[in-house]
């Protein structure tokens, strides 16, 4: 399975600002997978990020909110703009196995809007 | 409407006894699930998974059953250890989903020494 690291692993942020994601994985894959995990709450798919092409966003999700960068095979940003307490969340990275359909995630990272 | 339901937020074992974790879909076009564990603070762990076309998939300690007709499948844990006190996700595909998965809302295992 691939190693998947994710930064910043927390962040304590105000009202109003952004905040920039990053997923790095140690080998190329095809299909990279943003998730949201709220408190008490489970695993709720924001997007899929191909490279080369724009990310396909799911319902209830909208790019301006959302924007997601994937630059290459190996890479990918999410960035929460103009935070509200509402987005306070865990945010997760995935990229599929050789299996295809299972996913292996990266640690998260941990969101606290104030 | 939740496609992948776990009705059990949280189930209490005695070790080395057997953990029985269930989860209901109601999507008739998934045909693939998959078990994850996710401890605090970190990302979900695959674990285990099964195809429609089985009913049963064992690997180690872990056994995925599958009813279609049903719509239910189950992880039973054989014998509970205490590092298997996680929370434990059911996720579902279909084959025609550009391989999404839809997750249940996970159980919280405990096992007691």
């Known amino acids: 399975s691939a190693v998947i690291s994710q930064k910043p692993s927390r962040d304590i942020c105000q009202r109003g600002t952004s905040l920039t994601i990053q997923c790095q994985v140690d080998s190329q894959v095809t299909m990279m997978f943003w998730y949201r995990q709220q408190p008490g709450q489970s695993l709720t798919l924001i997007a899929t990020?191909?490279?080369?092409?724009?990310?396909?966003?799911e319902s209830g999700f909208v790019i301006d909110k959302f924007p997601i960068s994937r630059p290459n095979l190996t890479f990918s940003t999410l960035t929460v703009s103009n935070m509200s307490p509402e987005d306070s969340s865990i945010y997760l990275c995935?990229?599929?196995?050789?299996?295809?359909?299972?996913?292996?995630f990266g640690p998260g990272t941990r969101l606290t809007v104030t | 409407d939740q496609q992948v339901k776990q009705n059990s937020p949280s189930l209490s074992v005695q070790e080395g006894r057997i953990s029985i974790l269930n989860c209901d879909y109601t999507?008739?076009?998934?045909?693939?699930f998959l078990w994850y564990k996710k401890y605090p603070a970190e990302g979900p762990t695959f674990l285990i998974s099964i195809s429609s076309i089985k009913d049963k998939n064992e690997d180690g300690r872990f056994t995925v059953f599958l009813n279609k007709s049903a719509k239910h499948l189950s992880l039973h844990i054989v014998p509970s250890q205490p590092g298997d006190s996680a929370v434990y996700f059911c996720a579902a595909s279909a084959s025609d989903s550009n391989y999404q998965l839809i997750w249940g809302a996970g159980t919280k295992l405990i096992i007691k020494p």
């Open positions: 999507n008739s076009m998934f045909d693939y």
């Open positions: 990020a191909n490279q080369g092409s724009e990310a396909t966003y």
């Open positions: 995935s990229v599929t196995g050789t299996g295809e359909w299972e996913q292996y």
